[in-house]
């Protein structure tokens, strides 16, 4: 009886090194779901765990399509040693990211390398109103530094500084194309974030500042027309928010909480 029971535990100990060891990359996309609550998920994924390639989608809609939310595929290789609990994984697609991002640390805590990635202006839509009456276009690019990030229970702490450039964004609102660059940076501590948002150039100014706590946005900050395109963005400020006239000049205020 001990001698079949150990035969058994060895067949089972084969088994799952076996499929540990060609775990497919198909397997990844239901647990991408689960981790992002049916927001994301991996489309037309290969390989393997430990190296293959899918590209970034949304949740499978009607019909079981999935539509890429980034350009390109996103390829990964994944070390082994992270059995023992080293983590080590390099991400690359080179036509979303700048260079090769790598991740490295434990089971609990890593390192991601600097980095850049270029997102789809008309992804903003998505945030609601205004901003799908708005209608945005122009290139938008999200960079960091060296980020820190820690498991705390169910959530992520994150430490160091990200920061989305926006450059020549347009709307189809506005006649005025483009309408200006513009540089939002947050400042990351834990599950907290400082916003800063400023112009870079432009004919639309906007400014503001505001905090991330635990997903919730509180932001506090102003819009408004550049010397001479006060009567051309008329309509234009109109819909970001209310008015008010500071200095003889017409504010909109920029208020989320």
Do not use: H
């Amino acid at each position: 009886m001990r001698r079949a029971a150990l035969w058994l535990l060895a067949i089972a100990l084969s088994a799952a090194l076996t499929v540990l060891l060609f775990f497919p990359a198909t397997w990844l996309a239901p647990i991408v779901e689960q981790q992002t609550g049916a927001r994301l998920t991996l489309g037309d994924a290969q390989g393997t765990l430990w190296r293959g390639s899918a590209f970034l989608g949304g949740a499978p809609g009607q019909g079981g399509s999935v539509t890429p939310l980034l350009p390109g595929r996103f390829s990964w290789r994944l070390s082994k040693l992270v059995l023992l609990g080293r983590v080590d994984l390099e991400l690359d697609n080179p036509q979303a990211l700048t260079q090769p991002v790598q991740l490295t640390g434990s089971w609990s805590r890593w390192q991601v390398s600097p980095a850049a990635l270029k997102l789809p202006a008309a992804g903003l839509a998505g945030l609601g109103a205004p901003l799908n009456t708005l209608a945005p276009s122009g290139t938008m690019q999200l960079s960091w530094t060296s980020l820190a990030l820690e498991r705390a229970g169910n959530a992520i702490a994150v430490n160091g500084r990200t920061t989305l450039s926006m450059t020549d964004m347009g709307s189809v609102m506005s006649p005025v194309k483009p309408l200006g660059s513009y540089e939002l940076a947050l400042d990351w501590r834990g599950q907290q974030a400082q916003l800063n948002l400023r112009t870079v150039r432009g004919a639309l100014l906007l400014s503001g500042t505001g905090a991330l706590n635990k997903g919730r946005l509180q932001f506090s900050g102003q819009a408004q027309a550049a010397a001479g395109y006060e009567q051309t963005l008329g309509n234009l400020l109109n819909l970001l928010g209310q008015s008010r006239v500071v200095d003889g000049k017409k504010i909109i205020a920029l208020e989320f909480k």
